[in-house]
Nanobody, 123 residues
């Protein structure tokens, strides 16, 4: 069964750092664009960062540019989100998602989703 399992969430003070990981049980992981999304209470889901399957091109939401870094290790079937200088507004449930051979620009390209990991940033 194909699964995406996030880990690394928790509580952190503003200005601190966290690294989220997403382990994928996908045979052809390198053929998937991977994305990190987040959803805060009473807010719409937001695409945070994307790393493409072709060469690892990355893109970020304006709200996290310069603070978050997405990366992938195809040998470990894992995608990471390094979160630095976190802010209280980064508090949300973070989900990783996989889109087969896609640009990853649109949410409906993502066919696989993890269960999410909570990130809470205190001021």
């Amino acid at each position: 069964q194909v699964q995406l399992v996030e880990s690394g969430g928790g509580m952190v003070q503003a200005g601190g750092s966290l690294r989220l990981s997403c382990a994928a049980s996908i045979f052809t992981f390198s053929s998937y664009t991977m994305g990190w999304f987040r959803q805060a209470p009473e807010k719409e889901r937001e695409r945070v960062a994307v790393i493409t399957w072709t060469g690892g091109t990355t893109s970020y939401a304006d709200s996290v540019k310069g603070r978050f870094t997405i990366s992938r290790d195809n040998s470990k079937n894992t995608v990471y989100l390094q979160m630095n200088n976190v802010k209280p507004e980064d508090t949300a449930v973070y989900y990783c998602a996989a889109a087969f051979a896609s640009s990853g620009r649109y949410s409906d390209e993502y066919s696989l989703w993890g269960q999410g990991t909570q990130v809470t940033v205190s001021s």
